[in-house]
């Protein structure tokens, strides 16, 4: 992946020789750029979702000319994947793009088969005009009429019985109060400013109780906690996958994965002019392509997930 590096001298942790001298230890730990340690976090957690999920190489985001770019002062690149059959990834993402000083983008963003009703996978971290980003969110695979204040009022029809339902079944599984404390305790990050949305955005964007988009300020502290926010998102989300058996949480053949697939497939459109939007706000006309590389095909099938 094409990303710009600290020196070497800096990463070997010795420090400039001054004139006519040699290489000494550095006498202070060598400190990362901010967009370093806001993409620093991938590689390895790509890694084991690889090795975890059985995840195999796509062409998708190279043929689109996006395994390796250059935007706004930032080099990166796209990797994608999917794991078809068991494993039930129809598609996933890595984008990372860095200046190497103060500018970045790192995500991983996972859509599941509809062999489970495991949540889809988001966790991104950017920074940028002197500020950064914290983006998670692990979105449901069914209609639970979320809304922000978690406050619901007794089911009177059929319908909202079944939202009801719904709920109680996600949070047992996976919106658990521990998930729920994780969650308030990056809310409770110094300078921390969450951008909640409307029970008509929740609806829109499919978002789950755990939804963060934090705005934090443009620190080392923040940039590792961002990081290590990430890193926790998609470790749960492994673990969620590798256990959908025992957690009986796969989706027998037939009309629930018929179901499933056609709201999946409308809920990736959705988000896909969310992020369309979001990236041409960001960088222009190039976003336009960068939106299309890292959201994937929006047919479920091209990749084989929906088999």
């Not at 497939?265 to 190039?286: D, F, I, P, R, S």
């Amino acid at each position: 992946m094409a990303l710009l590096s600290l020196p070497l001298v800096a990463l070997m942790g010795f420090s400039a020789p001054q004139a006519g001298g040699r290489l000494h230890a550095a006498t202070r730990p060598v400190v990362m750029s901010v967009a370093n340690t806001l993409t620093a976090w991938q590689p390895g957690t790509l890694a084991k979702l690889v090795e975890g999920l059985g995840l195999q190489p796509k062409t998708y985001a190279a043929d689109l000319g996006f395994d390796s770019f250059s935007i706004d002062g930032m080099s990166g690149a796209i990797l994608s994947y999917e794991a078809p059959g068991k494993s039930n990834v129809a598609w996933c993402s890595a984008l990372s793009m860095s200046d190497g000083a103060s500018n970045a983008r790192c995500s991983i963003t996972a859509w599941c088969g509809p062999l489970s009703d495991v949540p889809h996978l988001i966790a991104s971290a950017s920074a940028s005009n002197g500020g950064i980003n914290l983006f998670i969110d692990f979105r449901p695979r069914a209609d639970c009429a979320y809304n922000p204040s978690g406050e619901y009022e007794e089911p009177a029809s059929r319908e909202a019985f079944a939202m009801s339902g719904n709920r109680k079944d996600f949070a047992s599984a996976f919106y658990t109060d521990e998930m729920l404390a994780w969650r308030a305790s990056l809310l409770a990050l110094e300078g921390a400013v969450h951008t909640p949305l409307s029970a008509e955005g929740m609806a829109a964007q499919c978002a789950s109780p755990l939804y963060l988009d934090l705005q934090l300020p443009m620190t080392d502290a923040s940039a590792a906690a961002a990081a290590n926010a990430c890193e926790k998102a998609c470790s749960t989300w492994l673990g969620w996958m590798q256990s959908s058996t025992e957690m009986k949480r796969d989706l027998p053949a037939g009309a629930k994965q018929t179901q499933v697939y056609a709201r999946d497939t409308k809920v990736k459109a959705n988000l896909y002019g969310v992020m369309l939007g979001k990236y041409t706000a960001a960088y222009g006309e190039a976003g336009k392509g960068l939106a299309a590389a890292d959201a994937g095909p929006l047919d479920e099938a091209y990749v084989g997930g929906g088999s």
